[in-house]
């Protein structure tokens, strides 16, 4: 088991080591199969860079985000506006709040969380009460007829709370990638202490 | 099987237990999926066997699923670990008349689960629905007794090294047996809510992710060497699946929870690694796909090659699946969709149950030394397996799109029903294809033991020509 480290991505056994392995692997017939010493194409390795990018990427909250109460709050603004007052069907509100609410920052979000004026009316007073808190109105979720505090735990703010606003990075993402880094080494070490793949065995010894 | 029960070790004939193991996979396989087909022709045709509570959906349902993972997917297992493992070590299974008991009671313990679960007596949890004292001598007479037997086999064996099989089949039957025994503790300590909820999906997915995965694929492993007679194409690849299905595979299990009010931070740990699972099946494609180098004649010649390759292939869109649409946007989607259900048959009866059928293939003919009875009929039960997994999976993929669309745009749920009817039509006919498919299986195993052509000492029955 001795190890050699002055060129680790080489080989990170010695000679004896390596010579051992070797014996073993072409002395010996495993049920009458055999294992090459090739190493991972190249394009796959680059396919498996891409896949931990993707895995990433790909994850952040921001997709599948759910509907926070700020992106309603400008359609409640205008529910008792004289125009949408003046409008006497439900659908007809609707389509004028929404045609009419301004543009901000949530109007991707707006677009992927459509609601009626029904749904509107549940959540009203609600998130009104809240603006009246004076609280961050991004803090909270609606989930059907009820506006609650959304269930994240975020960086502690400088009031001592802690910030429920759904985030971009969160310590999942932070534990990812200590356990990736942990499993490369992991792996590395296991494959570099195999002879080089340089050396292929000899199958006509055991076969 | 009761003469041997009694019989002392050193008079059991080796590759008794396996052989055992093979058949009982095979029956099981034909009930499961029989089972698979009722359920399915009740959700296309409402009034198809109405007035019993005991026929009803709700009653049916776990009785296929239990019947599949059990009887057929892990009874092959253990005929594969049964010939495979000691054949990798040269030497002999520790002790057969361990097998022979693990089968006789695996096959009396599913039987009354089974008929518990008939019943309507469960725990309630998907996947881990067998009732308490179930899961008990499951533990005890089911995943214990395998597991001793591989583990000695393997502390036993004559060789030096270990091959790639042998590390998948040892870590295979110990993750498991902590899987189920953790993963069914909300029964024993009466857990409930979140805690209950997130052991219940910890439990489902490592069993796919700790069992089902890797011991198909330690198959796969052993299955194309020796029957191509290339050697594999990388051991160090090994290395690398190993320890990623090991790392990636046991830490995605919130994901299956992604609407659920778990922490955020853990839904994306979950989904992060629930995209790297694609890591231990690159490496598994590509380490089988090149081994097959210079012998790809045999996919189509061969059946064990057939079957295996079928299913490393269907890996590819299994992991492209899995991978993706537990992430938070897709799975907003497809989440408690039919996509869902395609995809648990693209893992179980695509990817899973091609690889096994090639070991019990191959096991059966190797350890009864009888050439398979016919080639024709081992070809109609591929297609039809085949061809009615891709109309189940296809259908079933579409009715979950349409179910998704739905779901998100509150389209009336009696709209969505008569939406996807006639794909509920489809999943019947594929399903009922595949039961067809398994019934000519059973028939021509049973003919290869009674008639098939005896195969001379020293050669493999892939080195014979086909007669039939």
């Not at chain 1, 190890?3 to 080591?17: I, R």
């Not at chain 1, 700020?70 to 603004?77: K, N």
């Not at chain 2, 099987?1 to 034909?30: C, H, Q």
């Not at chain 2, 039919?338 to 096991?363: D, K, P, Q, R």
Request: net charge neutral; glycine share 8%.
């Amino acid at each position: 088991m001795a190890w050699k480290l002055d060129n680790p991505l080489y080989s990170m056994a010695d000679e004896e080591q390596n010579n051992k392995a070797k014996h073993v692997w072409e002395g010996e017939s495993l049920g009458g199969i055999a294992e090459d010493n090739n190493r991972l194409p190249q394009a796959v390795v680059w396919l498996l860079v891409l896949t931990v990018l993707t895995a990433f990427a790909i994850t952040f909250p921001l997709w599948g985000k759910r509907p926070t109460a700020a992106i309603y709050a400008d359609y409640i603004q205008l529910m008792d506006s004289p125009q949408v007052q003046a409008i006497a069907d439900d659908k007809g509100k609707m389509e004028y709040i929404v045609k009419n609410a301004p543009v901000g920052p949530h109007k991707s979000e707006q677009d992927r969380h459509p609601l009626t004026m029904d749904d509107l009316r549940m959540i009203k007073d609600q998130v009104i009460e809240l603006q009246r808190k004076n609280v961050d109105l991004e803090e909270y979720t609606v989930i059907g007829d009820k506006v609650v505090l959304a269930n994240f735990e975020g960086p502690i703010k400088e009031n001592g709370e802690v910030m429920r606003k759904q985030p971009w990075w969160d310590k999942g993402y932070t534990i990812d990638v200590f356990y990736v880094a942990y499993f490369c080494i992991a792996v590395l070490i296991v494959i570099k202490r195999l002879p080089h793949y340089s050396w292929q065995p000899d199958h006509s010894v055991a076969h | 099987m009761l003469k041997y029960l009694f019989a002392r070790n050193e008079d059991i004939p080796p590759g008794t237990a396996a052989v055992f193991f093979g058949f009982s996979s095979i029956i099981w396989f034909v009930i499961g999926t029989g089972l698979g087909s009722f359920n399915a022709a009740k959700l296309a045709f409402p009034d198809f066997v109405m007035g019993s509570e005991l026929f009803s959906f709700g009653h049916m349902r776990q009785v296929h699923v239990f019947a599949v993972i059990f009887g057929w997917i892990s009874m092959a297992f253990a005929m594969a670990m049964m010939y495979i493992t000691p054949a990798l070590g040269n030497t002999k299974l520790w002790s057969e008349k361990l097998g022979v008991w693990n089968c006789f009671l695996w096959n009396v313990g599913l039987s009354l689960g089974l008929t518990l679960l008939w019943a309507g007596i469960t725990s309630g949890r998907e996947y881990s629905d067998f009732p308490w004292p179930i899961d008990l001598y499951i533990a005890a007479f089911i995943a214990l007794p395998l597991a001793i037997n591989v583990w000695m086999t393997i502390i036993k064996r004559r060789t030096q090294g270990i091959y790639t099989t042998n590390w998948f089949f040892g870590a295979g039957v110990f993750m498991v047996t902590i899987v189920f025994i953790v993963g069914n503790s909300p029964e024993w300590f009466n857990l409930t809510g979140l805690s209950e909820a997130y052991l219940t999906w910890w439990f489902a997915h490592n069993v796919l992710g700790l069992w089902i995965t890797p011991v198909a694929a330690a198959i796969a492993y052993y299955t194309v060497p020796k029957v191509t007679g290339n050697p594999l194409y990388s051991h160090r690849i090994g290395h690398l699946h190993f320890w990623s299905v090991v790392v990636f595979y046991s830490t995605p299990a919130a994901h299956h929870l992604m609407s659920a009010p778990l922490p955020e931070w853990l839904k994306s740990f979950a989904s992060v690694e629930g995209v790297l699972i694609l890591v231990p099946a690159i490496a598994f494609v590509s380490n089988l796909l090149l081994t097959m180098q210079g012998k790809w004649h045999m996919f189509v010649e061969n059946v064990e090659i057939k079957f295996t390759i079928s299913g490393v292939l269907l890996a590819i869109p299994l992991n492209m699946q899995g991978g993706f649409q537990q992430t938070r946007a897709i799975n907003w989607y497809v989440h408690g969709t039919g996509w869902i259900v395609a995809h648990a048959h693209l893992a179980l009866l695509g990817f899973s149950t091609f690889l096994e059928g090639a070991a019990v293939y191959y096991g059966i003919q190797t350890l009864l030394r009888r050439k398979l009875y016919s080639l024709a009929l081992a070809n109609f039960h591929f297609w039809f397996l085949l061809i009615g997994f891709a109309i189940y999976w296809i259908s079933m993929t579409i009715a979950g799109l349409i179910q998704g669309a739905g779901k998100i745009y509150e389209v009336p749920y009696i709209d969505v029903v008569i939406a996807e009817h006639p794909y509920m039509i489809a999943r019947w006919v594929g399903g009922t294809m595949v039961f067809t498919g398994n019934i000519v299986w059973l028939y021509n195993m049973y003919m290869t033991a009674r008639a098939g052509t005896e195969i001379p000492e020293g050669r493999l029955p892939h080195e014979l020509a086909y007669e039939r």
